[in-house]
């Protein structure tokens, strides 16, 4: 029981780590520490940068708690049974 | 129908609603009145979550802001939708689990000390009075803008509908009538957006519609690009802060906003753990919905006033004009005496000063929309304050009424055989009651004579919760060597360096400073982050000098780690 627990722990950080790596890529990342280098790229009337900063960003983080919520709900079954 | 007869009869019907929620849902036990009985669904948990975080200023002053800063005002949006992938991942599920009644709760508990419990009490009101005292005052502005009512009568009725159903229904009824205010705020919000978007781009969707092309063929913000150039404003797509303020203020957004105690609190309303996370991600949806239709406002309505009025005769303007400069929050000085408005980037040669909340509010009125839609904004920004305020509101009462009457003074007085047994439930649920009564009757006094650093405080507010509660949760679950000093010493190191910070840039304390002076050109509200840092690292170096926490502590986290029954 105990190392089933442990098992469960760890993949549990491991998406985790995943996803806050994505968090942080396309938020702090995309949107503010490379955004001058995106907005030279510009698609549909948006300069990309600035896209990301004040639309992509919270798609992603919508997107990212969904995921979240897969995987977990998933994890729990493959544990319970 | 005239305006003021139709704002009426819709603010008049969604008060109606709310207050029959209430009274539909009325609790009898402190874990209704605490935690609405741990029967909320997801989604209507999620909606909820939406309404309680977002307040009269996302709904009022976010889009303004961002139609006056562009770029930089991604801050908010970032920082204020970001902090829920924190809140899903790291605490909510885990505190759900834990499965009690508050914040301090959780730290009380897991850091076995009532020292601990205090400041984590002490930090929780700070946090939501600063909050609530602007919300009153956002509803007062509101009844005072559109039905000419005074402000003070505007806080008044707002205090009177909030405390019906708050001491009444507690979490229970506050939760469900946050579920109807959702909806009619973010149809009010929606509604001018679409219609806007439409006529400025023929696209119906906003969030497209503000990277479409205009009738003259031009992209929007090329084009408002364009505008501000002309007009000597800095370019709209990139910012004028620093790059390293801008991180580290999106951080601190973030960070603190799932430090929000009144937030953290709607997840242990749900059934079970797996609904903790999905509340979360809907929760989030509900709110982009709204953040991610703002920046598309803010663009809009930015074209359509530079167009409107720029090097335009000042007699020609259209009505919206002469009465928002009746309320001040225009105005025009005829500089030059040539009786064309000038505005421009420029101090000394611009004419026009504009408040940032007019871009909102004055939104629909510029577009010529019809007057149900102006109606419509002022119940949805109604909406927005009170249910924030409720939500603050019940934080506060469960603060003093289940933290600090029953798990600290209850207790004392027994064991000192002043009392002969601890607080009844019934007793705690009066108590509950009583200082939601008292807290409001604070908020009102504060929403009538606001003090003036309350629009300065509400940074401090995040950056309070950023650096007390978000490192001691985390590491409480995360970290099981983390013990009560370690806890201690974090929040009381993060707290005070981040008020020392505040006190000395924003209020001149402490011999003041300027910009130049800023640590590392971090702004104040910005700092938070680093004083959230400051408490990591003060929490893990003095835990690890001092002793382990006790095996049943570490049973604790071992079983927050496991998956749900």
Sequence with gaps: MKEKNKLYWRKNLNYLIVLLSIWFVVSFGFGILFVDQLNLIEFYGFKLGFWFAQQGSIYTFVILIFIYIYLMNKLDKDFKS | ?565
């Design chain 2, 1 to 565: 129908m005239t305006l003021q007869l139709s704002i009426w009869i819709i603010i008049g019907l969604t008060f109606a609603l709310y207050i029959g929620i209430a009274i539909w849902s009325k609790t009898n036990s402190t874990s209704e009145f605490y935690i609405a009985g741990k029967g909320v669904n997801p989604i209507a948990n999620g909606m909820a979550t939406a309404a309680d975080w977002m307040s009269a200023a996302s709904f009022i002053s976010m889009a303004g802001i961002i139609s006056f800063v562009g770029y930089d005002g991604s801050v908010y949006l970032m920082g204020w939708t970001g902090g829920y992938v924190l809140l899903a991942l790291l605490l909510a599920p885990y505190l759900r689990k834990f499965g009690k009644f508050t914040v301090p709760d959780f730290i009380g508990d897991r850091y076995y000390s009532n020292t601990a419990r205090t400041v984590a009490i002490f930090c929780a009101l700070v946090v939501s009075f600063t909050y609530i005292a602007g919300q009153m005052r956002g509803v007062g502005i509101v009844f005072s803008r559109y039905l000419e009512v005074d402000i003070n009568n505007g806080v008044f009725i707002g205090m009177g509908i909030v405390l019906f159903y708050a001491i009444l229904g507690g979490m229970k009824g506050i939760t469900y009538t946050q579920v109807a205010q959702y909806c009619v705020l973010i149809f009010a919000f929606m509604v001018p957006a679409i219609f806007i978007s439409i006529q400025m781009t023929g696209n119906p969707i906003p969030q497209l519609g503000f990277g479409s092309e205009t009738q003259d063929g031009a992209y929007l913000l090329d084009k408002l690009n364009g505008l501000h150039k002309e007009l000597g404003f800095s370019e709209y797509t990139s910012g004028e802060k620093s790059k390293i303020d801008v991180f580290f203020i999106t951080a601190a957004l973030m960070i603190g906003t799932a430090g929000l105690p009144h937030v953290i609190v709607r997840f242990f309303t749900v059934r079970k753990v797996s609904d903790a996370r999905k509340s979360a991600g809907w929760a989030l949806l509900f709110i982009a919905i709204l953040y991610t239709t703002a920046p598309a406002i803010a663009v809009f309505a930015r074209t359509n006033l530079i167009e409107t009025v720029s090097e335009k005769n000042y007699s020609e303007m259209p009505s919206w004009f002469k009465k928002w400069e009746e309320t001040e929050l225009l105005k025009f000085n005829d500089k030059n005496n040539d009786g064309i408005i000038q505005y421009l980037g420029d101090e000394k040669l611009n004419e026009l000063t504009i408040d940032k909340d007019i871009m909102v509010m004055a939104n629909p009125e510029i577009a010529q929309l019809p007057n149900w839609v102006i109606a419509l904004l002022a119940a949805g920004a109604l909406a927005a304050a009170l249910s924030t305020a409720a939500g603050l509101l019940l934080v506060i009462s469960s603060s003093i009424s289940h933290d600090l009457i029953k798990k600290i003074i209850s207790p004392k007085l027994v064991r000192r055989k002043i009392l002969k047994e601890d607080i009844s439930e019934k007793g705690e649920l009066i108590a509950a009651r009583i200082s939601a009564f008292f807290a409001v009757l604070l908020a009102g006094y504060f929403g009538i004579n606001p003090p003036d650093f309350v629009a300065a405080t509400v940074a401090l507010a995040f950056g309070l919760a950023a650096a007390s509660f978000f490192p001691a949760i985390v590491l409480g679950i995360f970290y099981k060597r983390m013990n009560k000093e370690g806890a201690i010493s974090g929040m009381i190191i993060g707290i005070t360096s981040m008020l020392f910070y505040m006190l000395k840039f924003k209020f001149g304390w402490f011999g003041g400073g300027d910009q130049i002076n800023w640590f590392f050109g971090v702004s104040p509200e910005g700092f938070g982050t680093i004083a959230m840092m400051l408490n990591f690292a003060v929490s893990i170096l003095v835990s690890n000098f001092t002793k382990e926490p006790p095996n049943e502590i570490k049973k604790l986290v071992e079983n927050l780690r496991t998956p749900d029954e």
